[in-house]
């Protein structure tokens, strides 16, 4: 669409589009015993609870500019947690001048942009598995709005907030509005590529994969993080612990996990 802050369309009546995010983010872990794998499941549980996630959520609704209508909060039991805020139109100002443009959003500051009723969501999602001693941690955000702002604004937030080490992202506009002639719009801002949100020194540290239908306004990107230290994926001990062989066929274990889940398929051998 090539628009410009000094060119935005004038609208009939309120902008109705829905432009829809979903972060998933994925960390990995190798626990060898039960009794490990119940510790990174608690510690998991600590460091995302329900309160931990509002928080966050809170200031993903700062970003887009959004006044909170109501909360919804619950830690389960083994483990997880959700959150749901409902939100409605933050006060309304002059649209900021990086609106239209592909780039990485704000972190927490008094961002200002017009919104329409919507929600942001959270679910988080602990396991291991039963006989390979995997333990990994899912969450689930997802960020509707209606109006000017796009929730990829969020999303260098949402990043800066999660320890990830796989992030697969899709981002969706669906629904028209019309512009004063009754004319149909069905995005109203140029984008090529949910990568023009993530900063450059994030995006260096990921291998990473665009799989877009940009006559359907539909994008996805996945990410899968390229430096592997097998330090940080063991909990409660350190690889100098382990025997040469043991460092080598967990290193394997742990790959093929992050694999399996990059490419979204099972992998034999």
């Known amino acids: 669409m090539n628009l410009t802050p000094q060119q935005r369309i004038e609208l009939h009546g309120f ?24 510790a990174y499941l608690q ?22 500019g959004a006044h909170v209508l109501n909360i919804a909060k619950q830690d ?16 309304v100002s002059e649209a900021p001048k990086d609106v239209f443009e592909e780039s990485p959003g704000p ?17 988080t999602y602990p396991e291991y598995h039963p006989d ?18 796009s929730p990829l604004k969020a999303l260098n937030y949402l990043i800066y907030s999660f ?16 512009d004063i002639n009754g004319h149909k719009l069905f995005i109203d801002h140029d984008i090529n590529s949910i990568q023009n949100y993530i900063p450059y020194e994030i995006k260096k ?22 430096k592997f230290d097998l330090n940080n994926y063991l909990f409660g001990y350190h690889m100098g612990d382990l025997s040469v062989d043991e ?6 274990k742990l790959n093929m996990e992050m694999n399996e889940i990059f490419y979204g398929k099972n992998i034999d051998g």
């Open 163 to 178: 320890d990830t080490d796989i992030m697969i992202m899709d981002y969706r506009v669906r629904g028209f509005t019309r």
């Open 43 to 64: 510690y998991i549980d600590e460091q995302y609870n329900a309160d931990r996630l509002t928080n966050i959520l809170k200031d993903v609704s700062d970003i887009i």
């Open 247 to 252: 460092q080598s066929l967990i290193t394997e």
């Open 205 to 226: 540290q990921f291998d990473m994969i665009d799989v877009n239908i940009y006559q359907e306004n539909i994008f996805h990107t996945k990410c899968k993080l390229k």
């Open 107 to 123: 972190l927490p500051d008094s961002v200002v942009m017009h919104l329409d009723k919507s929600h942001i969501t959270v679910h």
């Open 132 to 149: 390979e001693g995997i333990s990994t941690f899912r969450a689930d955000i997802d960020v509707s709005t209606c109006g000017e702002i």
């Open 76 to 91: 389960y039991e083994p483990q997880g947690a959700s959150v749901t805020l409902l939100v409605s139109e933050g006060p």
């Open 15 to 38: 902008n109705n589009l829905t432009k829809s995010l979903s972060f998933n983010m994925y960390d990995i872990c190798y626990t060898k015993t039960k009794k490990e794998r119940e």
